[in-house]
């Protein structure tokens, strides 16, 4: 899967649809996955995101520790993946290493990349104002990393309870928005 | 459009999958409709919605003002609407009038329901510390409304510059998750 680099003026628009994303980071020497659905696009340049991590996941100490972190796009392909790493904890399980995934090296931050995911963000803490109250960390996304042979990417995107929507067809309106 | 409440702690799973909603305001006698993609859940119950409405948009005047608004959640039938909505300022255009919308009584709030929804979350702002630096607001869903004869319903998202992907099949995953 050979991935290019993506401007970052372009990330948001694999965010915006709202996909389940696996978030991961690597604290003390151990990589780390998280599913995640509670994110949203706050600014295009540079690319701000976003998003809540529960206080009681591995993953909340990791980000706190560490600053940093890479969102991870997942297809429909991934699916079972994405579910196992949701009803697991990496406090007792290596998900790489339990779920087939493997682990690459980002170019800015210490988090792996997954390299099954067709689209990588590499994010840096930008503001956590609202993480004592809400667990709300505002990301910034430095690098982003794009697989192009994907041009239809059945992303996602869950519906409560194991249900998940998967991506349908594209349209074309004519908005003026960007 | 039959619509019935929906409770409270089920809302998020409207939102989660990340679909463009229609935000609806009052102010000064004029209700307003803003086109937004910017959003998403920070808390089961009660629910709470982060997002984004740009302090360029004639909606942020009247959400800062009024401290309430509707999340309406439109499917494909109405997507000439939501581009209609998102290409247009309230403060030139009537977009109920000029786009063929239901403005609709809420229980709760003084914003509009859009009756053409298939779901309306009554929201109030709860928290507003991001607003100043990121023109981000903490909603709260106070009541929340379904169409429950739309089972599938068909949720457009955004991937930019006028292309949306339409909500496809729905799968089922042994997620643990909520």
């Known amino acids: 899967m050979a991935k290019e680099a993506l401007p970052l003026p372009d990330a948001y628009a694999l965010l915006e649809p709202g996909p389940v994303v696996l978030l991961s980071t690597a604290h003390k020497g151990k990589p780390n996955i998280m599913t995640m659905s509670w994110h949203t696009m706050m600014?295009?340049?540079?690319p701000l995101v976003g998003c809540v991590v529960?206080?009681?996941?591995f993953t909340f100490r990791a980000l706190s520790a560490t600053q940093q972190c890479v969102i991870n796009i997942p297809?429909?392909?991934l699916s079972s993946q994405v579910v196992d790493c949701g009803n697991t904890s990496g406090s007792t399980v290596d998900k790489f290493e339990a779920f087939g995934l493997t682990p690459m090296d980002a170019e800015l931050v210490?988090?792996?990349?997954?390299?099954?995911?067709?689209a990588n963000l590499e994010c840096r803490i930008a503001d956590d104002q609202l993480t004592g109250r809400y667990n709300f960390f505002v990301l910034e996304v430095v690098k982003a990393w794009i697989d192009r042979s994907n041009d239809n990417p059945r992303t996602i995107?869950?519906?409560?309870?194991?249900?998940?929507?998967v991506a349908?067809?594209?349209i074309k309106l004519p908005s003026k928005m960007r």
């Open 43 to 46: 600014e295009f340049e540079p």
């Open 54 to 57: 529960s206080g009681n996941n």
């Open 75 to 77: 297809t429909v392909e």
């Open 110 to 118: 210490e988090a792996p990349l997954i390299a099954e995911c067709y």
């Open 157 to 165: 995107h869950h519906r409560g309870y194991g249900t998940f929507m």
């Open 168 to 170: 349908g067809e594209t």
